[in-house]
Structures are given as structure tokens and as C-alpha cells.
């Protein structure tokens, strides 16, 4: 079992950037494949980015067009979503997710472990 809990979450203007973190509960961080997915005021929730359990292989929302990048420290147990060239669509609560039992997951009923949730908000 693992506990997530993201941070870095804030208000910030078009065009700037922000990270993201999401530290893990546990002593098998790195036997978990992780997402980051994002919910938009009225909308469903979404995919945004995965890593598999090393950080060698990575996925992407076809929106996110190259601005996002996910990567992981296995070590410090977190990974990290760092989001550059941010749009005002992009404003949604962000939650990260872990599961143990895939190579890579992009579907939000894959994972099995979510965390709370950080609200970034992009102003125009």
C-alpha cells in the first residue's frame, strides 16, 4: 500500500511554468508505475502523463505538446511534473496516481492509489 500526496499547486500566470511533486508513502516506491491526471471545474477527470516504475518510459496527453515532463526519484520517493508554457485550460486540480501491478497506465481505472489533489490555476 502507498499514501500520495501532492504539492506545488498555486495560481499562476499564462505563459509561466510550475512543478509539481507528489511524495509517497512506503518502502516499494519503485515497484509502482505513476500518472499525474487532472479534473477541470464540469469536466471529467483526465489523463495528463505516466512513468513506468524506473522513469524509462514515459506517455503523454496528446495535449500537453511537449510542455509537460514527468519524471521520478525513486530514491526521495516522489516524482514530479513539471509544467512549462501553462494556458488557462490548463487550470484543473491535479492528482497523481501509483499502481504496482502494470508496466504503464494511461487509464484512470488502472490505478488503484490516488492522492488528494493540488489546484493550479492559470490566469490570462
Known amino acids: 500500500q502507498v499514501q500520495l500526496v501532492e504539492s506545488g499547486g498555486g495560481l499562476v500566470q499564462a505563459g509561466g511554468s510550475l512543478r509539481l511533486s507528489c511524495a509517497a508513502s512506503g518502502r516499494t516506491f519503485s515497484s509502482y508505475a505513476m500518472g499525474w491526471f487532472r479534473q477541470a471545474p464540469g469536466k471529467e477527470r483526465e489523463f495528463v502523463a505516466a512513468i513506468n516504475w524506473s522513469g524509462g518510459s514515459t506517455h503523454y496527453a496528446d495535449f500537453v505538446k511537449a510542455r509537460f515532463t514527468i519524471s521520478r526519484h525513486n530514491t526521495k520517493n516522489t516524482m514530479y511534473l513539471q509544467m512549462n508554457s501553462l494556458e488557462p485550460e490548463d487550470t484543473a486540480v491535479y492528482y497523481c496516481?501509483?499502481?504496482?501491478?502494470?508496466?504503464?497506465?494511461?487509464?484512470?481505472?488502472?490505478?488503484?492509489?490516488w492522492g488528494q489533489g493540488t489546484q493550479v490555476t492559470v490566469s490570462s
Open positions: 496516481a501509483a499502481e504496482r501491478d502494470v508496466f504503464i497506465a494511461t487509464m484512470e481505472d488502472q490505478y488503484e492509489y
